[in-house]
């Protein structure tokens, strides 16, 4: 009997575990490579790209047919124009070639010197066509007995076309011009402006909110489950539900429910559009501070949608903390504020942190809720509103990719602080 | 024994802050519920309050007893009703008489046992700090409570509402939520039926429903693989990975739109179902992997290494051991994967064009025009809004407990 040995070399089955693991994550890895990096990169690829909306179409040949003369007796010629032309303004089209057969009783007497002949069909090597051109191609014909007879319609045959559409996608038009734009126009510092305040009073505002309703409902007490399934509804709900609820909510026309109900109060005379007004001046006496109404309502409804999250992840931290310390405090004398803050807050600190980080990153990179709320009016437009606004709004393709390039940089450069700072064990 | 001491001053004052606050809430309500334009009588209110709550915390703390309780809401009532001039609520006692009393005694109970118990056990006398913070707190707890109720029910009460009221009634009174049930379920639910019967959402509730599930099927088909291969097996770039994946989820949609837009248009796939079935999964995949690869890390390893001793190779462990195992986190995993489907509205919105392949937040999104009545609109959104709701709070436990244990996400 042979002494059992350790086994010597790992290698080949830790070489089977990592092709197996890498078989594993294959597919994944394929999927976020063509719908996350792929796009990430083309983005930047547009950027440097004076490419508008239209341009996406991709230009094709159109031709129209047409006999210009009545051929009413055997032996008149006439002509057969076809005019073809570059369905777009600016992309060229490369190769092009048109092939047609002419009806067997017309003879053909002469044709453009582009083409050949072979039988009744002709080919027509057409070379290329920038943008816009269109030409006409004439063959002149004469009639035949048959043709007499019977007149055929030369329509009843199609040209054909082969040829090679320029992609505006893949040109090789690049230029600065959409960055440069972009810098330089008058809109783009509040833009960013709004963009910071609206993430970092967003993130805020829902965390300190979260921790708050975290407080209320770590007490046993009737309802309570009730209350903390209310208190996530706002974040499960979709987003274009509630976005429009609280737009008709806040409208400040007849109709508006909290304008009518303030009225009613009498806390104001007239109605006040929320979503609608940049900025009210208050007089401070000492000082003058221009509020922004709009940006600030955003705010809120940021703080409104996403305070459950921060709520649900410090709730569940609160109800993992071990009692024995407070039991401790509570012997020691210490109030419940002194519990809160010497010993709660502390053993929150991590989750509180990760939340900020990861809420900061999400928030600036919101888009949907301002773009239902305002559509980025009186001063809410923030970055990724922007994009949409320059891309899809103002048509500009090249234009909207700059700004998002800007988001990614920007967005790149919180993501760098967060591994930076990001604690080893986090949530 | 001072007759007169902290405590007191404090329940007095949450009296009077909660006089004035139900005084409003509880008036707002009945105009809503009624029609009838009711005022809020702060002032009245606000005494009422305090001089409810002398009554109840000037007996000492073992002695408030249900008389006490009793007398307390007949104060707050008779102090009302006098000092608003027999106006409790800004309108004569002979308008909605009955509604009138039941929302005035609602009110007074209210204040009533608010501030009973904040100030129970405690009082009126002298107190140390800390029976003065724990009062405290119960108040600020009681505000708390209160405000985020109000703060997050009232877009939803709003939306409801709205969805059943006719446009031109609304416009001509806002505040005036009545139902007046007697003209009949067909009249009440009319946005509902005619959105079904004239805007399509049939076939809009079944693109998101369809879209949404294919969504979680094609999440977890592709990442189970891979959250297994991250927390079980050891490769090169192991460590990478899982603290990588996150990062891929910050990514923003809106630099994603633009090239998926150009790409998507020009091969021809952007205006059908099978685009966003191809984006979604995509977007879902990263958080579903670190889910999953933190719950998989929680299952103790032994279970699996019995089975592969068992002679079960790796493929057939996932499926008998570990997959059984993580079934709890699969569906929390599944449900979060379906809320983040279902409420899309970013590659809905640019990538849709034909009304036949809306999804419900696209088909929404088309009917806030000046054409469409709000009521359609809100009706939409309730449409939207309730499955995804009820679906989410049926198997909060589950969600909570998934979402907690592996990441963290927003």
Redesign the interface.
């Given at each position: 009997m042979s002494k059992p040995t350790p086994p010597k070399g790992l290698g080949p089955l830790?070489k089977r575990?990592?092709r197996?693991?890498?078989s594993?994550?294959l597919?994944?890895f394929l999927?976020?490579l063509?719908?996350?990096l792929?796009?990430?990169l083309?983005?930047f690829?547009?950027s440097f790209k004076p490419i508008q909306l239209g341009d996406?179409r991709?230009p094709s040949v159109l031709v129209n047919e047409r006999l210009m003369d009545k051929l009413e007796t055997v032996g008149a010629e006439g002509d057969i124009r076809y005019r073809v032309r570059n369905s777009s303004k600016k992309s060229d089209i490369a190769d092009i070639v048109m092939t047609d057969a002419v009806p067997a009783s017309l003879s053909i007497v002469s044709f453009d010197d582009r083409c050949t002949l072979a039988g009744q069909n002709l080919t027509c090597d057409l070379g290329d066509y920038e943008g816009g051109k269109r030409e006409d191609i004439i063959v002149r014909v004469a009639a035949t007995q048959a043709f007499i007879d019977t007149p055929d319609n030369i329509k009843d045959t199609k040209p054909a076309f082969e040829f090679v559409p320029e992609?505006a996608?893949l040109s090789g038009d690049f230029s600065l011009e959409n960055f440069s734009k972009l810098f330089n126009s008058a809109d783009f510092w509040p833009v960013l402006w709004a963009s910071l305040y609206y993430t970092i009073f967003g993130t805020l505002g829902a965390l300190v909110m979260g921790l708050?309703?975290a407080?209320?409902l770590n007490?046993s007490f009737r309802g309570r489950s009730v209350?903390?399934?209310?208190?996530?509804?706002?974040y499960?709900?979709?987003?274009?539900?509630?976005a429009?609820?609280?737009v008709?909510?806040l409208d400040a026309g007849?109709?508006?429910?909290l304008?009518?109900?303030l009225q009613?109060?009498?806390v104001i005379d007239a109605p006040i559009n929320f979503l609608g007004t940049r900025a009210v001046t208050l007089d401070f006496g000492l000082f003058t501070f221009d509020f922004p109404v709009a940006l600030t309502v955003v705010i809120l409804f940021e703080v409104?949608r996403?305070f459950p999250?921060a709520f649900?992840?410090i709730l569940?931290r609160m109800q993992s903390m071990s009692t024995d310390i407070y039991e401790a405090a509570e012997i020691d004398?210490a109030?419940?504020?002194q519990q809160f803050w010497y010993i709660s807050l502390p053993q929150l600190m991590g989750i509180l942190a990760?939340?900020f980080l990861?809420?900061f990153?999400?928030?600036?990179?919101k888009?949907?809720d301002i773009f239902?709320l305002t559509g980025g009016a009186a001063g809410t437009r923030t970055l990724?509103v922007n994009?949409?606004e320059q891309?899809?709004a103002v048509s500009n393709?090249g234009a909207?990719?700059a700004v998002?390039?800007v988001?990614?940089v920007v967005?790149l450069f919180f993501?760098l602080i967060f591994f930076k700072l990001s604690p080893e064990d986090?949530? | 024994m001072s007759r007169i001491g902290n405590i007191f001053i404090l329940c007095l004052l949450s009296g009077a802050f909660w006089g004035a606050i139900y005084g409003?809430l509880v008036t707002?309500l009945a105009?809503l519920i009624s029609g009838f334009?009711f005022?809020?009588q702060v002032i009245a209110g606000t005494l009422a309050g305090i001089a409810s709550a002398g009554v109840m915390t000037v007996r000492p703390a073992g002695e408030r007893d249900r008389k006490t309780f009793f007398a307390a809401i007949g104060v707050f009532i008779a102090v009302l009703v006098i000092v608003s001039g027999f106006k409790p609520l800004g309108l004569g006692m002979g308008t909605y008489a009955l509604g009138q009393i039941i929302f005035v005694v609602l009110l007074a109970w209210l204040v009533t046992t608010t501030v009973e118990m904040i100030g129970r056990g405690y009082g009126p006398s002298h107190e140390k700090?800390?029976n003065v913070?724990?009062v405290i707190?119960r108040f600020l707890?009681s505000f708390?409570?209160v405000f985020?109720?109000i703060?997050?029910?009232?877009?939803?009460f709003?939306?409801v509402m709205?969805s059943l009221k006719n446009?031109q009634f609304?416009?001509?009174n806002?505040?005036d939520f009545s139902l007046d049930l007697s003209v009949g379920a067909a009249t009440i639910f009319r946005s509902y039926i005619e959105l079904f019967t004239e805007y399509n959402f049939g076939t809009f509730l079944l693109n998101s429903t369809m879209i949404s599930i294919a969504t979680v099927v094609l999440t977890l088909v592709?990442?189970v693989?891979?959250a297994?291969?991250?927390a079980r097996?050891?490769?090169?770039g192991?460590d990478f990975?899982s603290r990588s994946i996150l990062?891929?989820y910050?990514?923003?949609?809106?630099?994603?739109?633009?090239?998926?837009?150009?790409?998507f248009?020009?091969m021809g796939i952007r205006n059908t179902l099978w685009g966003l079935l191809?984006?979604y999964?995509?977007?879902t995949?990263?958080v579903a992997?670190y889910m999953l690869q933190g719950y998989f890390r929680g299952i103790p390893a032994e279970l699996e290494e019995a089975g592969l001793m068992d002679g079960l190779g790796?493929m057939q462990v996932i499926m008998k051991i570990t997959l059984p195992l993580a079934l709890p986190a699969l569906a929390s995993v599944s449900l979060y994967i379906f809320?983040i489907a279902?409420?899309e509205?970013?590659f809905a919105f640019?990538f849709l064009d034909s009304v036949n392949l809306f999804t419900?937040?696209r088909g929404?999104?088309e009917l806030?025009t000046s054409e469409v009545p709000?009521q359609h609109?809100?009706a939409?959104?309730?449409i939207?809004?309730v499955p995804?709701?009820v679906l989410?709070?049926w198997f909060?436990r589950f969600l909570?407990a998934g979402?907690?244990a592996g990441?963290?996400?927003?």
């Amino acid at each position: 009997m042979s002494k059992p040995t350790p086994p010597k070399g790992l290698g080949p089955l830790a070489k089977r575990e990592m092709r197996f693991a890498y078989s594993l994550l294959l597919p994944t890895f394929l999927v976020v490579l063509s719908v996350v990096l792929f796009p990430l990169l083309a983005n930047f690829w547009i950027s440097f790209k004076p490419i508008q909306l239209g341009d996406l179409r991709t230009p094709s040949v159109l031709v129209n047919e047409r006999l210009m003369d009545k051929l009413e007796t055997v032996g008149a010629e006439g002509d057969i124009r076809y005019r073809v032309r570059n369905s777009s303004k600016k992309s060229d089209i490369a190769d092009i070639v048109m092939t047609d057969a002419v009806p067997a009783s017309l003879s053909i007497v002469s044709f453009d010197d582009r083409c050949t002949l072979a039988g009744q069909n002709l080919t027509c090597d057409l070379g290329d066509y920038e943008g816009g051109k269109r030409e006409d191609i004439i063959v002149r014909v004469a009639a035949t007995q048959a043709f007499i007879d019977t007149p055929d319609n030369i329509k009843d045959t199609k040209p054909a076309f082969e040829f090679v559409p320029e992609n505006a996608l893949l040109s090789g038009d690049f230029s600065l011009e959409n960055f440069s734009k972009l810098f330089n126009s008058a809109d783009f510092w509040p833009v960013l402006w709004a963009s910071l305040y609206y993430t970092i009073f967003g993130t805020l505002g829902a965390l300190v909110m979260g921790l708050f309703a975290a407080q209320l409902l770590n007490l046993s007490f009737r309802g309570r489950s009730v209350l903390r399934g209310l208190f996530l509804s706002p974040y499960v709900a979709p987003v274009i539900a509630v976005a429009f609820a609280w737009v008709l909510l806040l409208d400040a026309g007849p109709g508006g429910t909290l304008n009518a109900l303030l009225q009613q109060l009498g806390v104001i005379d007239a109605p006040i559009n929320f979503l609608g007004t940049r900025a009210v001046t208050l007089d401070f006496g000492l000082f003058t501070f221009d509020f922004p109404v709009a940006l600030t309502v955003v705010i809120l409804f940021e703080v409104w949608r996403y305070f459950p999250l921060a709520f649900l992840f410090i709730l569940a931290r609160m109800q993992s903390m071990s009692t024995d310390i407070y039991e401790a405090a509570e012997i020691d004398g210490a109030t419940p504020i002194q519990q809160f803050w010497y010993i709660s807050l502390p053993q929150l600190m991590g989750i509180l942190a990760v939340l900020f980080l990861l809420r900061f990153i999400w928030t600036f990179n919101k888009f949907d809720d301002i773009f239902l709320l305002t559509g980025g009016a009186a001063g809410t437009r923030t970055l990724t509103v922007n994009v949409y606004e320059q891309a899809f709004a103002v048509s500009n393709l090249g234009a909207g990719a700059a700004v998002a390039v800007v988001v990614f940089v920007v967005l790149l450069f919180f993501a760098l602080i967060f591994f930076k700072l990001s604690p080893e064990d986090d949530a | 024994m001072s007759r007169i001491g902290n405590i007191f001053i404090l329940c007095l004052l949450s009296g009077a802050f909660w006089g004035a606050i139900y005084g409003v809430l509880v008036t707002l309500l009945a105009l809503l519920i009624s029609g009838f334009e009711f005022q809020p009588q702060v002032i009245a209110g606000t005494l009422a309050g305090i001089a409810s709550a002398g009554v109840m915390t000037v007996r000492p703390a073992g002695e408030r007893d249900r008389k006490t309780f009793f007398a307390a809401i007949g104060v707050f009532i008779a102090v009302l009703v006098i000092v608003s001039g027999f106006k409790p609520l800004g309108l004569g006692m002979g308008t909605y008489a009955l509604g009138q009393i039941i929302f005035v005694v609602l009110l007074a109970w209210l204040v009533t046992t608010t501030v009973e118990m904040i100030g129970r056990g405690y009082g009126p006398s002298h107190e140390k700090r800390y029976n003065v913070e724990v009062v405290i707190l119960r108040f600020l707890k009681s505000f708390g409570l209160v405000f985020f109720t109000i703060a997050v029910a009232l877009p939803f009460f709003v939306m409801v509402m709205m969805s059943l009221k006719n446009q031109q009634f609304l416009l001509a009174n806002p505040l005036d939520f009545s139902l007046d049930l007697s003209v009949g379920a067909a009249t009440i639910f009319r946005s509902y039926i005619e959105l079904f019967t004239e805007y399509n959402f049939g076939t809009f509730l079944l693109n998101s429903t369809m879209i949404s599930i294919a969504t979680v099927v094609l999440t977890l088909v592709f990442a189970v693989p891979g959250a297994y291969a991250v927390a079980r097996l050891k490769f090169p770039g192991q460590d990478f990975l899982s603290r990588s994946i996150l990062l891929i989820y910050m990514v923003p949609m809106i630099v994603l739109v633009i090239p998926l837009y150009a790409v998507f248009s020009q091969m021809g796939i952007r205006n059908t179902l099978w685009g966003l079935l191809f984006v979604y999964p995509a977007t879902t995949i990263p958080v579903a992997l670190y889910m999953l690869q933190g719950y998989f890390r929680g299952i103790p390893a032994e279970l699996e290494e019995a089975g592969l001793m068992d002679g079960l190779g790796r493929m057939q462990v996932i499926m008998k051991i570990t997959l059984p195992l993580a079934l709890p986190a699969l569906a929390s995993v599944s449900l979060y994967i379906f809320m983040i489907a279902w409420n899309e509205f970013l590659f809905a919105f640019m990538f849709l064009d034909s009304v036949n392949l809306f999804t419900l937040s696209r088909g929404i999104a088309e009917l806030n025009t000046s054409e469409v009545p709000r009521q359609h609109l809100m009706a939409g959104a309730v449409i939207a809004t309730v499955p995804v709701l009820v679906l989410f709070l049926w198997f909060e436990r589950f969600l909570v407990a998934g979402l907690t244990a592996g990441s963290v996400k927003g």
